[in-house]
């Protein structure tokens, strides 16, 4: 796949056309971030692939999928890269609700580090009586300023 994209982006089809890898909706970031290939993720950025652009389905960015996956490497080059990280995708969800959802202390603390708004943040906590989540304080990120 990092021969495939080096050749499309040394061919600046990537850049010329940016449409030419969507695929259901995600572009070559996305599929790139969602496969764990950060060797192909540092190429698609360098060359300067849009690292905010949506998924034509939900409204994610791949920065989306890296919190998904708790995958704090891929946030961490996605963000360094300036990834919107308080970007909402369709139905309102953020980066950081996710990461706060997942309970994942290191990608939520990159994302507070990176300038997400810890005080929109709500973190969806499993009640112990049922499998339902229920809302809880939107002030947890604060912790980890």
């Given amino acids: 796949m990092l021969e495939t994209t080096k050749v499309c982006i040394n061919a600046k089809s990537v850049l010329h056309n940016p449409w030419i890898f969507i695929i ?7 599929m790139a971030v969602e496969s764990g290939n950060l060797d192909v993720v540092k190429v698609l950025l360098n060359h300067k692939v849009d690292v905010d652009a ?10 989306f999928i890296a919190c998904e996956q708790n995958d704090h490497k891929m946030v961490k080059i996605l963000t360094d890269f300036d990834a919107n990280v308080n970007i909402a995708n369709y139905a309102g969800v953020t980066p950081a609700n996710i ?3 997942q309970r994942s202390s290191a990608v ?31 002030q947890v990120l604060d912790r980890y300023h």
Avoid: E, F
Wanted: charged residues 20%; without cysteine.
């Fill in 108 to 138: 939520a603390r990159i994302l507070v580090d990176h300038g997400a708004d810890a005080a929109t943040s709500v973190v969806m906590a499993s009640s112990p009586d049922d499998n339902s989540k229920q809302p809880a304080s939107p």
């Fill in 24 to 30: 259901a909706g995600l572009t070559a970031l996305h």
């Fill in 54 to 63: 949506l998924d034509g389905k939900s409204g994610r960015t791949a920065l």
């Fill in 99 to 101: 990461a706060t959802s």
